[in-house]
């Protein structure tokens, strides 16, 4: 049977022929990663909703990997760092941190602060003959947010995303000891891609991009099949609680699980057009 292999030629340009296979053929499976890979929609919504499936303590992770490191070698602070970050909560603590959290963002307006800078990224594009949407447009747009709701000067917005785009690449499957030595001098960044591809993908549906000129009021339906099509969260890891079993395959506890939601995301068992952006 076929199994989850990133290294397989051609997987990283275009994951999703493999991931339609795997979801036919062999939907729950050991990865050469040693962890069960996760890929129709209705199981990875039971691996990541379930109390049977914990979040993975990614301090702990840290600490398996310090073992391996050489005497210069810190992840230290990353550790101590990340044990407090409310990803890595279960219920019930995440869900009152979270509430708590939502309270003072729902007091933020930022539909406004959000409209401001992207009209203060369009003028500073004015007058030039091209531009990268991604480099000089799109990529900003997330950390002058965030700096400006974190009370930071807004003049490090180039530094926050620096810093955050080495923390985001922490959440790769095959991160290595290196990586998060390096992460750990360089401790915060947010890897933002949605907007390119976004722009990307609508750029190649001209249709779809019609629709969306003609209509602003179906903005909200769009953002939602965007992220459905582009699934920028692509895997979430799980530990098992107990002993347990998903269509055939028999876990046991403390075995990791990769909940695909790049593949959940496009189950033709739930969204009919599932390949294609509808």
Same mark, same amino acid.
């Given at each position: &049977?076929?199994?989850?292999?990133?290294?397989?030629?051609?997987?990283?340009?275009? $994951?999703?022929?493999?991931?339609?296979? @795997?979801?036919?053929?062999? $939907? !729950?499976?050991?990865?050469?990663?040693?962890?069960?890979?996760?890929?129709?929609?209705?199981?990875?919504?039971?691996?990541?909703?379930?109390?049977? /499936?914990?979040?993975?303590? /990614?301090?702990?992770?840290?600490?398996?990997?310090?073992?391996?490191?050489?005497?210069?070698?810190?992840?230290?602070?990353?550790?101590?760092?990340?044990?407090?970050?409310? @990803?890595?909560?279960?219920?019930?603590?995440?869900?009152?941190?979270?509430?708590?959290?939502?309270?003072?963002?729902?007091?933020?307006?930022?539909?406004?602060?959000?409209?401001?800078? !992207?009209?203060?990224?369009?003028?500073?594009? +004015?007058?030039?003959?091209?531009?990268?949407?991604?480099?000089?447009?799109?990529? /900003?747009?997330?950390?002058?947010?965030?700096?400006?709701?974190?009370?930071?000067?807004?003049?490090?917005?180039?530094?926050?995303?620096?810093?955050?785009?080495?923390?985001?690449?922490?959440?790769?499957?095959?991160?290595?000891?290196?990586?998060?030595?390096?992460?750990?001098?360089?401790?915060?960044?947010?890897?933002?891609?949605?907007?390119?591809?976004?722009?990307?993908?609508?750029?190649?549906?001209?249709?779809?991009?019609?629709?969306?000129?003609?209509?602003?009021?179906?903005?909200?339906?769009?953002?939602?099949? @965007?992220?459905?099509?582009?699934?920028?969260?692509?895997?979430?890891?799980?530990?098992?609680?107990?002993?347990?079993?998903?269509?055939?395959?028999?876990?046991?506890?403390?075995?990791? &699980?990769?909940?695909?939601?790049? +593949?959940?995301?496009?189950?033709?068992? !739930?969204?009919?057009?599932?390949?294609?952006?509808?």
């Amino acid at each position: &049977l076929p199994t989850w292999n990133p290294f397989q030629k051609g997987y990283r340009e275009n $994951p999703y022929e493999l991931l339609e296979v @795997l979801r036919r053929e062999n $939907p !729950v499976h050991k990865a050469i990663n040693g962890r069960w890979m996760v890929l129709r929609y209705d199981d990875v919504k039971l691996v990541v909703n379930s109390p049977a /499936f914990q979040t993975v303590k /990614f301090s702990k992770a840290l600490a398996e990997k310090k073992k391996y490191a050489r005497e210069n070698e810190s992840v230290d602070k990353l550790s101590e760092i990340s044990a407090r970050w409310l @990803l890595f909560y279960d219920p019930p603590e995440h869900t009152e941190m979270r509430s708590l959290l939502m309270k003072i963002w729902n007091r933020l307006d930022l539909t406004g602060l959000i409209e401001e800078v !992207v009209a203060e990224n369009i003028s500073d594009l +004015s007058g030039r003959r091209y531009a990268d949407i991604v480099n000089d447009f799109a990529t /900003f747009i997330p950390s002058k947010v965030v700096c400006h709701i974190l009370g930071l000067p807004s003049a490090d917005y180039r530094k926050f995303r620096t810093w955050s785009y080495s923390l985001n690449s922490m959440f790769e499957p095959f991160a290595t000891l290196h990586d998060f030595v390096i992460y750990n001098q360089n401790i915060e960044e947010f890897y933002d891609y949605i907007f390119g591809q976004s722009v990307l993908y609508l750029l190649q549906n001209p249709r779809q991009l019609r629709l969306l000129a003609e209509d602003e009021t179906i903005v909200p339906t769009a953002v939602e099949e @965007l992220l459905r099509f582009i699934s920028p969260n692509q895997y979430t890891t799980r530990v098992a609680a107990a002993d347990t079993e998903i269509r055939g395959g028999k876990i046991k506890q403390g075995d990791l &699980l990769m909940a695909a939601t790049v +593949s959940a995301n496009r189950d033709e068992a !739930v969204f009919e057009n599932g390949e294609e952006l509808d």
